[in-house]
Nanobody, 125 residues
């Protein structure tokens, strides 16, 4: 069982940066691939970025590649999404997720996935 808690959401101006963090409870964090999803109003939830259990492989959606980075620290059960050059199209609720692999995270849902409660990110002037 893994419990995930996001933090760091808020209001940011276009072009600005924002960092999201996810803290996991439990002692199996290092065995999970981790990812960030987002869901904008009226749209389906989409995978934004993912990182393998070792941190040695990362995946990004085309829309955020080059602007977002993802990292994890298995020693303190945390994952971070550093977002840059934000646009209003990045406005969404961002969810932290854990699953068996990055491949599993690319699926809309699985029986092995854990979710955080979500953090609102609003990009507006």
């Amino acid at each position: 069982q893994v419990k995930l808690v996001e933090s760091g959401g808020g209001l940011v101006q276009p072009g600005g940066p924002l960092r999201l963090s996810c803290v996991a409870s439990g002692n199996e964090f290092s065995t999970y691939a981790m990812g960030w999803f987002r869901q904008a109003p009226g749209k389906e939830r989409e995978l934004v970025a993912a990182i393998a259990w070792s941190g040695g492989y990362v995946h990004f959606a085309h829309s955020v590649r080059g602007r977002f980075t993802i990292s994890r620290n298995n020693a303190n059960n945390t994952m971070t999404l550093q977002m840059g050059r934000l646009t209003p199209e990045d406005t969404a609720v961002y969810y932290c997720a854990a699953d068996a692999s990055i491949t599993a995270l690319t699926r809309a849902s699985t029986e092995t996935r854990y979710w955080g409660q979500g953090a609102q990110v609003t990009v507006s002037s």
